[in-house]
C-alpha cells in the first residue's frame, strides 16, 4: 500500500467542506494500493461559456487529486505545497462526470511528483496534468 494509513473516503470528502473543491463538486470515490481517484460533474459551475468543461477546472481536479495524496504520503509533522503544474486538455466535453485519478512519479523527501489523468465517463482520455510538490516542515 502507498498511503501510510487506511485511508478513509468521508474523511477525504470532508476535507474540502466550505472549499473550491466542494464548490465544483469535487468527490473522491476511491483509494487504491497506488492511486487516488475522484470525481467532477460537468455542470454550470465548471464549464466555460462555450459550453465545455472548463481548463481551470480540469486543473482544479488535478491539483485537488494531487495534493491530497501527497499529503498522505508525509508524516504528521510535515505538509505539502504545490510548486508546479501543467495539464495538456486533449479532449472537450459538454456534460456528465469526468473522473480523475493520480499516480505518484517521484516520491522524494523534499518532492513529490505526480501525474494526474483525467477521464470522460465515455473513458476517453481528456487531459493530462503533472503536479511538483515541496515537501516542508511544520513550524
Known amino acids: 500500500m502507498l498511503f501510510k494509513e487506511n485511508v478513509d473516503l468521508d474523511?477525504?470528502?470532508?476535507?474540502?467542506?466550505?472549499?473550491?473543491?466542494?464548490?465544483?463538486?469535487?468527490?473522491?470515490?476511491?483509494?487504491?494500493?497506488?492511486?487516488?481517484?475522484?470525481?467532477?460533474?460537468?455542470?454550470?459551475?465548471?464549464?466555460?461559456?462555450?459550453?465545455?468543461?472548463?481548463?481551470?477546472?480540469n486543473v482544479v481536479l488535478a491539483e485537488t487529486l494531487g495534493s491530497v495524496a501527497s499529503t498522505l504520503m508525509v508524516e504528521t509533522e510535515k505538509y505539502c505545497v504545490g510548486l508546479e503544474i501543467n495539464a495538456n486538455h486533449l479532449k472537450s466535453v459538454k456534460s456528465g462526470k469526468v473522473r480523475g485519478i493520480t499516480k505518484p512519479i517521484h516520491l522524494g523527501k523534499k518532492i513529490q511528483v505526480w501525474e494526474i489523468k483525467i477521464f470522460s465517463e465515455g473513458e476517453e482520455l481528456t487531459c493530462i496534468s503533472r503536479l511538483t510538490l515541496a515537501v516542508l516542515d511544520k513550524k
Open 11 to 57: 474523511f477525504l470528502n470532508n476535507l474540502g467542506k466550505n472549499t473550491m473543491v466542494e464548490f465544483l463538486g469535487i468527490h473522491f470515490t476511491k483509494v487504491g494500493a497506488d492511486f487516488l481517484e475522484a470525481t467532477m460533474p460537468v455542470n454550470e459551475r465548471t464549464k466555460q461559456p462555450q459550453g465545455l468543461l472548463h481548463g481551470g477546472a
